[in-house]
Protein backbone atom coordinates (compact mmCIF):
# COMPACT_ATOMS: atom_id res chain seq x y z
CA UNK A 1 0.00 0.00 0.00
CA UNK A 2 1.29 3.87 -0.75
CA UNK A 3 2.51 5.62 1.44
CA UNK A 4 2.58 9.49 1.47
CA UNK A 5 5.31 11.40 4.13
CA UNK A 6 4.52 14.97 3.94
CA UNK A 7 7.44 17.41 5.54
CA UNK A 8 6.54 20.73 7.14
CA UNK A 9 9.40 23.53 8.02
CA UNK A 10 10.11 26.55 7.35
CA UNK A 11 14.07 25.30 7.82
CA UNK A 12 14.81 23.35 4.34
CA UNK A 13 17.81 22.15 6.65
CA UNK A 14 15.39 20.06 8.72
CA UNK A 15 14.41 18.26 4.85
CA UNK A 16 18.25 17.04 4.58
CA UNK A 17 18.69 16.02 8.29
CA UNK A 18 15.25 14.13 8.94
CA UNK A 19 14.96 12.21 4.56
CA UNK A 20 17.66 9.81 5.35
CA UNK A 21 16.48 8.42 8.39
CA UNK A 22 12.75 7.44 6.86
CA UNK A 23 13.84 4.50 5.22
CA UNK A 24 11.00 5.40 2.73
CA UNK A 25 10.59 2.76 -0.29
CA UNK A 26 10.11 3.09 -3.68
CA UNK A 27 6.62 3.43 -3.68
CA UNK A 28 6.12 5.96 -0.76
CA UNK A 29 5.61 9.63 -1.39
CA UNK A 30 7.22 12.17 -0.35
CA UNK A 31 6.09 16.54 -0.01
CA UNK A 32 7.72 19.32 1.37
CA UNK A 33 5.92 22.35 2.74
CA UNK A 34 6.52 25.29 4.59
CA UNK A 35 3.88 26.70 7.16
CA UNK A 36 3.15 29.27 4.60
CA UNK A 37 1.83 26.99 1.99
CA UNK A 38 -0.20 24.78 3.95
CA UNK A 39 -3.24 26.61 3.65
CA UNK A 40 -3.29 25.94 -0.68
CA UNK A 41 -1.70 22.30 0.35
CA UNK A 42 -3.54 21.32 3.06
CA UNK A 43 -5.78 19.03 0.87
CA UNK A 44 -2.65 16.91 0.72
CA UNK A 45 -2.24 16.25 4.30
CA UNK A 46 -5.42 13.77 4.36
CA UNK A 47 -4.24 10.57 5.04
CA UNK A 48 -0.57 11.13 5.07
CA UNK A 49 2.30 10.88 7.64
CA UNK A 50 3.02 14.54 8.82
CA UNK A 51 6.70 14.98 10.07
CA UNK A 52 6.37 18.74 11.70
CA UNK A 53 9.69 20.68 12.49
CA UNK A 54 8.36 22.96 15.45
CA UNK A 55 11.36 24.97 15.91
CA UNK A 56 10.19 28.57 16.31
CA UNK A 57 6.73 27.21 15.17
CA UNK A 58 4.92 25.85 18.69
CA UNK A 59 1.66 27.75 17.70
CA UNK A 60 1.59 26.94 14.32
CA UNK A 61 1.75 23.53 15.29
CA UNK A 62 -0.27 23.06 17.60
CA UNK A 63 -2.88 25.00 15.37
CA UNK A 64 -2.43 22.12 12.66
CA UNK A 65 -2.80 19.40 15.33
CA UNK A 66 -6.03 20.96 15.80
CA UNK A 67 -7.81 21.15 12.32
CA UNK A 68 -5.73 17.76 11.11
CA UNK A 69 -7.76 14.32 10.46
CA UNK A 70 -6.86 11.06 9.79
CA UNK A 71 -3.14 12.00 9.55
CA UNK A 72 -1.20 11.04 12.17
CA UNK A 73 1.92 13.66 13.23
CA UNK A 74 5.20 13.41 14.28
CA UNK A 75 6.31 16.49 15.82
CA UNK A 76 10.36 17.16 16.38
CA UNK A 77 11.13 19.38 19.14
CA UNK A 78 14.88 21.42 19.84
CA UNK A 79 13.77 21.96 23.65
CA UNK A 80 12.06 19.71 26.26
CA UNK A 81 9.27 21.72 26.73
CA UNK A 82 6.89 19.71 28.95
CA UNK A 83 3.57 22.28 28.48
CA UNK A 84 4.35 22.27 24.51
CA UNK A 85 4.18 18.42 24.37
CA UNK A 86 0.98 18.22 27.03
CA UNK A 87 -1.27 20.49 24.36
CA UNK A 88 0.39 18.45 21.43
CA UNK A 89 -0.75 15.36 22.53
CA UNK A 90 -3.98 16.70 23.75
CA UNK A 91 -4.63 18.05 19.84
CA UNK A 92 -3.44 14.77 18.88
CA UNK A 93 -0.27 14.49 18.44
CA UNK A 94 1.00 11.00 17.57
CA UNK A 95 4.33 11.31 18.94
CA UNK A 96 7.05 13.81 20.03
CA UNK A 97 10.74 13.55 19.01
CA UNK A 98 13.74 15.94 20.37
CA UNK A 99 16.10 16.32 17.47
CA UNK A 100 18.85 15.14 19.44
CA UNK A 101 17.49 11.93 19.66
CA UNK A 102 19.30 9.06 17.82
CA UNK A 103 18.36 7.58 14.64
CA UNK A 104 17.33 4.46 16.07
CA UNK A 105 15.17 6.01 18.44
CA UNK A 106 13.59 8.25 15.47
CA UNK A 107 13.22 4.69 12.87
CA UNK A 108 11.73 3.10 16.40
CA UNK A 109 8.88 6.01 16.30
CA UNK A 110 8.63 6.42 12.26
CA UNK A 111 8.11 2.52 11.19
CA UNK A 112 4.84 2.01 13.57
CA UNK A 113 3.50 5.65 12.28
CA UNK A 114 4.03 4.43 8.35
CA UNK A 115 2.10 1.41 9.36
CA UNK A 116 -0.53 3.69 10.72
CA UNK A 117 -0.82 5.72 7.90
CA UNK A 118 -1.34 2.29 5.80
CA UNK A 119 -3.65 1.05 7.67
CA UNK A 120 -5.83 4.31 7.38
CA UNK A 121 -5.35 4.11 3.45
CA UNK A 122 -6.84 0.74 3.77
CA UNK A 123 -9.91 1.62 5.82
CA UNK A 124 -10.26 4.63 3.44
CA UNK A 125 -10.04 2.42 0.51
CA UNK A 126 -12.85 -0.07 1.81
CA UNK A 127 -14.95 2.31 3.48
CA UNK A 128 -15.37 3.83 -0.51
CA UNK A 129 -16.22 0.93 -1.84
CA UNK A 130 -18.98 0.78 1.31
CA UNK A 131 -20.32 4.05 0.19
CA UNK A 132 -20.06 3.14 -3.35
CA UNK A 133 -22.40 0.21 -2.97
CA UNK A 134 -24.59 1.88 -0.87
CA UNK A 135 -23.80 0.29 2.60
CA UNK A 136 -22.88 3.06 4.45
CA UNK A 137 -23.31 6.64 4.47
CA UNK A 138 -20.91 9.26 2.84
CA UNK A 139 -20.67 11.81 5.92
CA UNK A 140 -21.06 9.59 8.61
CA UNK A 141 -20.67 5.84 9.98
CA UNK A 142 -24.33 4.76 9.65
CA UNK A 143 -25.16 1.06 7.71
CA UNK A 144 -28.07 1.18 5.10
CA UNK A 145 -29.07 -2.44 4.94
CA UNK A 146 -30.81 -3.07 7.77
CA UNK A 147 -31.64 -6.08 7.22
CA UNK A 148 -28.25 -7.69 6.23
CA UNK A 149 -26.34 -5.54 9.21
CA UNK A 150 -29.02 -6.92 12.03
CA UNK A 151 -28.98 -10.41 10.77
CA UNK A 152 -25.08 -10.69 10.41
CA UNK A 153 -24.17 -9.34 13.87
CA UNK A 154 -27.34 -11.29 15.78
CA UNK A 155 -25.29 -14.29 14.40
CA UNK A 156 -22.28 -12.75 16.39
CA UNK A 157 -24.18 -12.17 19.17
CA UNK A 158 -25.45 -15.65 19.63
CA UNK A 159 -22.60 -17.43 19.13
CA UNK A 160 -20.48 -14.98 21.49
CA UNK A 161 -23.51 -15.67 24.50
CA UNK A 162 -23.07 -12.28 25.20
CA UNK A 163 -25.23 -9.30 26.26
CA UNK A 164 -26.69 -6.86 23.53
CA UNK A 165 -30.09 -4.50 22.83
CA UNK A 166 -31.24 -3.46 19.50
CA UNK A 167 -32.84 0.22 19.80
CA UNK A 168 -35.34 1.69 17.11
CA UNK A 169 -35.58 5.85 16.93
CA UNK A 170 -37.33 8.13 15.57
CA UNK A 171 -38.94 11.83 15.52
CA UNK A 172 -42.49 12.00 15.84
CA UNK A 173 -44.88 13.51 12.71
CA UNK A 174 -45.05 17.16 13.90
CA UNK A 175 -41.06 16.81 14.41
CA UNK A 176 -39.46 14.77 11.78
CA UNK A 177 -39.34 17.85 8.96
CA UNK A 178 -37.75 20.03 11.56
CA UNK A 179 -34.54 17.69 12.46
CA UNK A 180 -32.21 16.76 9.52
CA UNK A 181 -30.96 13.17 9.53
CA UNK A 182 -27.22 14.56 9.48
CA UNK A 183 -28.15 16.07 12.83
CA UNK A 184 -29.66 12.94 14.35
CA UNK A 185 -26.75 10.59 13.35
CA UNK A 186 -23.91 13.08 14.21
CA UNK A 187 -25.44 13.68 17.50
CA UNK A 188 -26.03 9.95 18.09
CA UNK A 189 -22.58 8.73 16.65
CA UNK A 190 -21.09 10.90 18.91
CA UNK A 191 -22.25 9.45 22.08
CA UNK A 192 -21.98 5.88 21.44
CA UNK A 193 -18.89 3.62 21.26
CA UNK A 194 -17.10 2.60 17.92
CA UNK A 195 -18.37 -1.20 18.98
CA UNK A 196 -21.97 0.03 18.87
CA UNK A 197 -24.18 0.17 15.56
CA UNK A 198 -25.76 2.61 13.60
CA UNK A 199 -28.39 1.28 10.95
CA UNK A 200 -30.76 3.48 8.82
CA UNK A 201 -34.14 1.78 7.89
CA UNK A 202 -36.50 4.38 7.22
CA UNK A 203 -36.47 8.56 6.62
CA UNK A 204 -35.13 9.98 9.54
CA UNK A 205 -35.32 6.52 11.23
CA UNK A 206 -32.92 4.10 12.93
CA UNK A 207 -31.90 0.84 14.61
CA UNK A 208 -29.01 1.27 17.33
CA UNK A 209 -27.13 -2.16 18.30
CA UNK A 210 -25.48 -2.15 21.34
CA UNK A 211 -23.05 -4.66 22.55
CA UNK A 212 -22.53 -5.66 25.68
CA UNK A 213 -24.86 -4.01 27.64
CA UNK A 214 -28.79 -4.91 28.80
CA UNK A 215 -31.46 -2.27 27.90
CA UNK A 216 -31.42 -0.35 31.58
CA UNK A 217 -27.89 0.80 30.08
CA UNK A 218 -29.51 1.49 26.92
CA UNK A 219 -32.53 3.39 28.22
CA UNK A 220 -29.87 5.79 30.86
CA UNK A 221 -27.66 6.54 27.35
CA UNK A 222 -30.65 7.36 25.47
CA UNK A 223 -31.67 9.77 28.18
CA UNK A 224 -28.04 11.50 28.10
CA UNK A 225 -28.64 11.62 23.92
CA UNK A 226 -32.46 13.14 23.72
CA UNK A 227 -31.05 15.96 25.84
CA UNK A 228 -29.10 17.11 22.72
CA UNK A 229 -31.82 17.35 20.34
CA UNK A 230 -34.24 20.79 20.38
CA UNK A 231 -36.77 18.94 18.71
CA UNK A 232 -38.84 15.68 20.20
CA UNK A 233 -36.95 12.76 19.37
CA UNK A 234 -37.92 8.91 21.09
CA UNK A 235 -36.68 4.95 21.08
CA UNK A 236 -37.52 2.11 22.34
CA UNK A 237 -35.43 -0.97 23.37
CA UNK A 238 -35.50 -4.10 23.76
CA UNK A 239 -32.81 -7.15 24.55
CA UNK A 240 -31.27 -9.47 21.34
CA UNK A 241 -31.20 -12.75 23.26
CA UNK A 242 -31.90 -15.86 21.30
CA UNK A 243 -34.62 -13.48 19.28
CA UNK A 244 -35.17 -13.93 14.90
CA UNK A 245 -34.50 -11.17 13.40
CA UNK A 246 -37.65 -10.30 12.22
CA UNK A 247 -39.26 -11.14 16.10
CA UNK A 248 -36.26 -8.72 17.35
CA UNK A 249 -37.71 -5.91 14.23
CA UNK A 250 -41.14 -6.51 15.26
CA UNK A 251 -40.71 -6.25 19.67
CA UNK A 252 -38.36 -2.93 19.14
CA UNK A 253 -40.48 -1.34 16.55
CA UNK A 254 -43.46 -1.85 19.31
CA UNK A 255 -41.37 -0.10 22.25
CA UNK A 256 -40.41 2.58 20.20
CA UNK A 257 -44.55 3.45 18.60
CA UNK A 258 -45.55 2.52 22.72
CA UNK A 259 -42.11 5.95 23.19
CA UNK A 260 -44.23 7.98 20.81
CA UNK A 261 -47.28 7.25 21.94
CA UNK A 262 -46.36 8.13 25.69
CA UNK A 263 -44.75 11.53 24.39
CA UNK A 264 -47.53 12.51 22.80
CA UNK A 265 -49.86 11.48 25.92
CA UNK A 266 -47.33 13.75 28.22
CA UNK A 267 -48.35 16.56 25.99
CA UNK A 268 -52.48 16.87 25.93
CA UNK A 269 -54.49 18.80 28.04
CA UNK A 270 -57.15 17.06 29.88
CA UNK A 271 -59.86 18.59 27.48
CA UNK A 272 -58.20 17.94 24.59
CA UNK A 273 -61.32 15.35 23.46
CA UNK A 274 -64.23 16.97 25.02
CA UNK A 275 -67.37 17.02 23.56
CA UNK A 276 -66.72 20.21 21.93
CA UNK A 277 -63.94 18.73 19.76
CA UNK A 278 -65.91 15.42 18.93
CA UNK A 279 -67.15 16.48 16.11
CA UNK A 280 -63.83 17.87 14.94
CA UNK A 281 -61.40 14.88 15.64
CA UNK A 282 -64.11 12.65 13.97
CA UNK A 283 -63.28 14.94 10.69
CA UNK A 284 -59.51 14.63 11.28
CA UNK A 285 -60.05 10.31 11.50
CA UNK A 286 -61.99 10.22 8.48
CA UNK A 287 -59.31 12.54 6.85
CA UNK A 288 -57.04 9.71 8.25
CA UNK A 289 -58.77 7.07 6.39
CA UNK A 290 -58.98 8.71 2.89
CA UNK A 291 -55.46 10.41 3.09
CA UNK A 292 -53.12 7.80 5.24
CA UNK A 293 -55.03 4.45 5.70
CA UNK A 294 -56.23 3.50 2.67
CA UNK A 295 -53.44 4.56 0.66
CA UNK A 296 -51.08 2.72 2.57
CA UNK A 297 -52.94 -0.32 3.07
CA UNK A 298 -53.55 -0.57 -0.72
CA UNK A 299 -49.48 0.28 -1.58
CA UNK A 300 -48.44 -2.39 0.82
CA UNK A 301 -50.91 -4.93 -0.55
CA UNK A 302 -49.15 -4.24 -3.83
CA UNK A 303 -46.01 -4.85 -2.83
CA UNK A 304 -46.57 -8.00 -1.10
CA UNK A 305 -49.32 -9.80 -2.59
CA UNK A 306 -46.57 -10.93 -5.93
CA UNK A 307 -44.06 -11.46 -3.42
CA UNK A 308 -45.46 -14.30 -0.46
CA UNK A 309 -46.43 -17.90 -2.01
CA UNK A 310 -50.02 -18.82 -0.97
CA UNK A 311 -50.69 -15.84 0.96
CA UNK A 312 -53.32 -13.58 -0.46
CA UNK A 313 -53.46 -10.38 1.33
CA UNK A 314 -57.09 -8.12 0.76
CA UNK A 315 -57.88 -5.08 2.35
CA UNK A 316 -62.04 -3.59 3.60
CA UNK A 317 -62.85 -0.17 4.75
CA UNK A 318 -65.69 1.11 6.42
CA UNK A 319 -67.04 4.54 7.40
CA UNK A 320 -65.03 4.34 10.46
CA UNK A 321 -62.31 1.57 9.75
CA UNK A 322 -60.19 -0.30 7.79
CA UNK A 323 -58.81 -3.76 8.09
CA UNK A 324 -56.38 -5.70 5.98
CA UNK A 325 -56.66 -9.49 5.80
CA UNK A 326 -53.89 -12.03 5.32
CA UNK A 327 -54.91 -15.74 4.04
CA UNK A 328 -52.90 -18.83 3.87
CA UNK A 329 -54.35 -22.18 3.69
CA UNK A 330 -54.23 -22.96 7.51
CA UNK A 331 -53.29 -19.50 9.31
CA UNK A 332 -55.43 -16.42 8.68
CA UNK A 333 -54.69 -13.04 10.35
CA UNK A 334 -56.24 -9.57 10.31
CA UNK A 335 -55.24 -6.09 11.20
CA UNK A 336 -57.83 -4.10 11.98
CA UNK A 337 -57.91 0.28 12.79
CA UNK A 338 -60.76 2.00 14.62
CA UNK A 339 -60.92 5.09 16.82
CA UNK A 340 -63.45 4.27 19.33
CA UNK A 341 -64.66 8.53 20.59
CA UNK A 342 -62.42 9.67 18.07
CA UNK A 343 -60.53 10.17 20.95
CA UNK A 344 -57.32 7.50 20.53
CA UNK A 345 -56.84 4.82 17.29
CA UNK A 346 -56.52 1.25 17.88
CA UNK A 347 -54.66 -1.07 16.04
CA UNK A 348 -56.30 -4.45 16.68
CA UNK A 349 -53.92 -7.35 15.41
CA UNK A 350 -55.19 -11.13 15.64
CA UNK A 351 -53.64 -14.25 14.19
CA UNK A 352 -55.42 -17.82 14.01
CA UNK A 353 -55.10 -21.22 12.48
CA UNK A 354 -56.34 -24.31 11.99
CA UNK A 355 -56.51 -25.32 15.37
CA UNK A 356 -58.28 -22.30 16.99
CA UNK A 357 -55.02 -21.04 18.47
CA UNK A 358 -55.32 -17.36 18.38
CA UNK A 359 -52.90 -14.52 19.41
CA UNK A 360 -53.69 -10.90 19.83
CA UNK A 361 -52.46 -7.94 20.66
CA UNK A 362 -53.13 -4.05 20.56
CA UNK A 363 -51.24 -0.81 19.43
CA UNK A 364 -52.79 2.02 20.94
CA UNK A 365 -51.90 5.86 18.85
CA UNK A 366 -52.87 9.66 19.38
CA UNK A 367 -54.81 10.40 16.06
CA UNK A 368 -51.72 12.87 14.96
CA UNK A 369 -49.79 9.90 15.65
CA UNK A 370 -50.62 8.18 12.72
CA UNK A 371 -48.28 9.06 10.13
CA UNK A 372 -47.84 6.75 6.70
CA UNK A 373 -44.35 6.18 7.20
CA UNK A 374 -45.27 4.45 11.11
CA UNK A 375 -48.04 3.03 9.10
CA UNK A 376 -46.42 1.11 6.42
CA UNK A 377 -43.25 0.18 9.27
CA UNK A 378 -46.62 -1.51 11.39
CA UNK A 379 -48.26 -3.63 8.56
CA UNK A 380 -45.14 -4.77 7.33
CA UNK A 381 -44.24 -6.20 10.44
CA UNK A 382 -47.50 -7.68 10.62
CA UNK A 383 -46.89 -9.34 7.26
CA UNK A 384 -43.57 -10.59 8.14
CA UNK A 385 -45.21 -11.99 11.68
CA UNK A 386 -47.50 -13.74 9.69
CA UNK A 387 -45.13 -15.26 7.40
CA UNK A 388 -42.91 -16.58 10.36
CA UNK A 389 -46.02 -18.20 12.30
CA UNK A 390 -47.19 -19.52 8.84
CA UNK A 391 -43.73 -21.45 8.67
CA UNK A 392 -43.55 -22.76 12.28
CA UNK A 393 -47.45 -24.00 11.56
CA UNK A 394 -46.05 -26.27 8.83
CA UNK A 395 -42.27 -27.22 10.32
CA UNK A 396 -45.04 -28.07 13.33
CA UNK A 397 -47.11 -30.59 10.96
CA UNK A 398 -44.14 -32.11 9.47
Known sequence: MLGRVVLISDDKDFFEYII??????KSDELFRFSFDELTEKFHQLDSSLLIINSENKQEQTL????????SPAIVFGYNDDETFKIKGYKAGMFAYIPITSSDEEIQAILLPALKLVSSINKNKLYREILVRNN????????????NTMIEQELTKIQNSHKNAVLGAI????????????????????NNIRESDLLINFATNKYFLLLHDADVENAYSLWNKIVTNFSEPIYAGFVSVGRKSRQQLVSEVLNKLHESIHRG?????????????????????????????ITP??????QIYNDK?????IDIGHGEDYSILYIKSKNTTADLRITSPGYATVNIDINYQNAENSNDSKRITLEP???EAGLLQDILEQFILEFKRKNEEHYDNIE
Do not use: C, W
Open 63 to 70: ELLNIIKD
Open 170 to 189: SPDEKSKFAIQPNQIETIIL
Open 20 to 25: PKLLLR
Open 296 to 301: VFYHVQ
Open 308 to 312: LFNIK
Open 135 to 146: LVTQNNEVFLDS
Open 264 to 292: FKSTMTADVFTGNNFKLYKEEFKKKLEQV
Open 368 to 370: DEL
